[in-house]
């Protein structure tokens, strides 16, 4: 059984046109790395605060979403705490807005051990100094004595991951966890999640608007756009062969990680907004590959393709290897 296992998972909020995730679909396994990546507004971060039943106020919710085989559609108070405090940990994108700056970090890693876990003040601290040292924070007796201001924006992540970590959870939902931070310790984080993955045998979901990113370090990419799944396959076979023009698109768009730096070609347009709708494919406006009363008419299914899934009426028409919306067709 999937660790994280997400079935038709559909989010609205009153007044808007479109919902702010419609039918997704997706899972994580113990052991797996897998990536939601679309740009801005796409769904991604309300897909991981689902996993914790975090559910925007009002919003009218359908579907299942399972944490370790519990519902959190409709669960009790007593499901979400088991999920939210052994089950399912988030990191978020910015250290410095979820640590106070008037706190030090030691009063931080403490607190979530002593009230949810009940641990006496002194089993706390030898905790919090153990799950520093497990993310490879030197010296971190030390380092529980200091505020948030006196580390660097690496380190203040190395602190969320062992604040994540307190809990032993076995599912991380990391939210664009390298976005603020430079490259390098992005890289140093990045292989952090990862030593961190096979050593605890942790299931990890990452949020991220960087493909290429997505792609060096996950084993499975869904692609997302205006709330829907587009495309899922292996990370491999997705990078080298997309099969939505979005996809294409992304890559088309994103600078390589590593050989020679080529053109980058922008996705034309803008993301639909949730005061926006379409009767047909959502990024059907943007793509250059459109065909009127087809891809406007309406919504294609996420079908198997090759080795993954994709959401295109034109999929088997088109080879769209790291092509993008602006270019013609091969």
């Known amino acids: 059984m999937a660790l994280l296992e997400v079935d038709a998972l559909s989010v609205a909020l009153p007044g808007m046109a479109r919902p702010i995730l419609d039918h997704v679909a997706l899972t994580v396994a113990a052991g797996e790395t897998v990536a939601l990546v679309g740009e801005s507004g796409s769904g991604k971060s ?190 491999g076979d997705l990078f080298a062969t997309p099969r939505h023009p979005y996809t294409a698109g992304l890559l088309g768009s994103s600078p390589p990680l590593d050989g020679p730096l080529e053109r980058l070609t922008p996705i034309p347009g803008a993301p639909m907004s949730l005061m926006e709708s379409a009767p047909g494919c959502a990024f059907a406006p943007r793509c250059r590959f459109a065909e009127p009363g087809r891809c406007d008419q309406a919504p294609p299914a996420l079908e198997p393709h090759g080795s993954g899934r994709v959401a295109c009426h034109r999929v088997d028409e088109l080879a769209l290897a790291h092509s993008s919306p602006g270019t013609e067709d091969r």
């Open 46 to 235: 309300v897909t991981a605060r689902s996993a914790l039943g975090l559910f925007p106020t009002g919003a009218d919710v359908s579907g299942h979403i399972r944490v370790d085989g519990i519902d959190l559609v409709g669960a009790d108070a007593a499901q979400l705490r088991t999920v939210r405090t052994g089950v399912a940990a988030m990191i978020f994108q910015d250290p410095r807005a979820g640590i106070s700056p008037v706190r030090r970090i030691g009063d931080f890693l403490t607190e979530a051990l002593r009230l949810a876990g009940g641990w006496s003040k002194a089993r706390a601290n030898a905790r919090a100094v153990e799950l520093l040292a497990a993310v490879g924070m030197p010296d971190p007796a030390r380092h529980m004595r200091q505020f948030p201001h006196e580390l660097s924006g690496g380190m203040l992540q190395r602190v969320m991951i062992a604040a994540a970590l307190g809990g032993e959870p076995r599912l991380l939902l990391c939210d664009e966890p390298t976005t603020a931070l430079d490259v390098a310790t992005q890289a140093e984080i990045l292989a952090l999640l990862g030593q961190l993955r096979r050593e605890r045998d942790l299931g990890l979901l990452m949020i991220t608007h960087d493909i290429e990113l997505a792609a060096a370090s996950c084993d499975r990419i869904y692609v997302m756009y205006a709330g829907r799944i587009v495309e899922t396959a292996g990370a």
